[in-house]
């Protein structure tokens, strides 16, 4: 699309051509002059027309999938990394978008923590899937985009990956272990076993929280951090509050307290959105 913009310079006027993006690919919305691409599965994003500088650039975020959370008093899972880019310019071409899974929780053995949530890729920027939450026997948290929280047996979280997100929660006491990290902040900023906050993008909505941890020795049910954390279990509840992260946010997993039979929770999916200006 096309236009021309009015410039005055010291020598009278001029007309400078405008000239905006436009692109196909997503689900595509608009909110004023601004058009938006948002990714929740594969694809691709094409541009036809590369705008200029008078059209404006292009604004990006890529959210990759969450954590997965443990079994058994466990930590929460850490929200998927979230790169966010402003200001880039891109050339006309077909670029393709990888929208990361959550992280599986761990099975009902005991033994195993939840998995990685897998990474997200767009325009040439990857965000690092989420860590793992802990598992009681399993202690240590799973490094990621945002960190996965520690388990009471061992005061190890997970690290968060630095410009993506932040590390996952320590235990303070037994039976309290650490919420995941998010991307605005690490896990137990708020409280204990709570998870980490997300981030407030350019649409509004905010992305990639903590899971809540699953914490045998608290009264109070620990939450996920905002941005699709998923909510943990306390000691008055086993198994019940526990929530996966929230799809298409990069929310890490609410942990469990008790497996009774139960597998840990899912961190949700990942998202990648694409902003430009399209008109004037």
């Known amino acids: 699309m096309t236009g021309f913009g009015y410039n ?38 094409t541009i036809s027309v590369a705008g200029n ?93 945002s960190g996965g929280g520690s388990a009471f047996s061992n005061n190890n979280p997970g690290d968060g990956v630095s410009g993506q997100g932040n590390d996952g929660g320590t235990a303070a006491n037994d039976g309290q272990p650490g919420g995941g990290g998010g991307a605005g902040e690490a896990g137990n900023t708020d409280r204990q076993s709570d998870g980490g906050d997300g981030v407030e993008w350019l649409d509004g909505t905010f992305y990639a929280g903590g899971g809540g941890a699953g914490a045998e020795g608290l009264a109070y049910t620990p939450s996920g951090g905002d941005g699709g954390g998923g909510t943990g279990t306390n000691a008055r509840d086993t198994y019940g509050s526990s929530t996966d992260g929230t799809a298409n946010t990069g929310g890490g997993a609410g942990g469990v307290r008790l497996n009774r039979g139960n597998n840990g929770r899912s961190g949700g999916s990942g998202i990648v959105i694409i902003r430009y200006k399209y008109q004037n």
């Open 8 to 45: 005055v310079n010291g020598f009278g006027a001029d007309y400078t051509r405008v000239e905006y993006y436009e692109a196909t690919g997503g689900t595509i919305t608009t909110d004023g002059d601004y058009k938006y691409h948002t990714f929740t599965g594969s694809g691709t994003f």
């Open 53 to 145: 500088s008078a059209g404006g650039t292009i604004d990006y975020m890529v959210t990759a999938g969450g954590g997965g959370s443990g079994i058994d008093n466990s930590g929460g899972g850490g929200a998927g990394g979230m790169v966010r880019v402003t200001g880039a310019t891109k050339s006309a071409a077909a670029y393709s978008i990888v929208i990361g899974a959550g992280g599986a929780g761990a099975i009902n053995d005991d033994s195993g923590t939840g998995s990685q949530g897998a990474n997200s890729t767009g325009l040439g920027s990857t965000a690092t899937g989420g860590g793992h939450g802990s598992n009681w026997n399993s202690g240590a948290g799973g490094d990621g985009g």
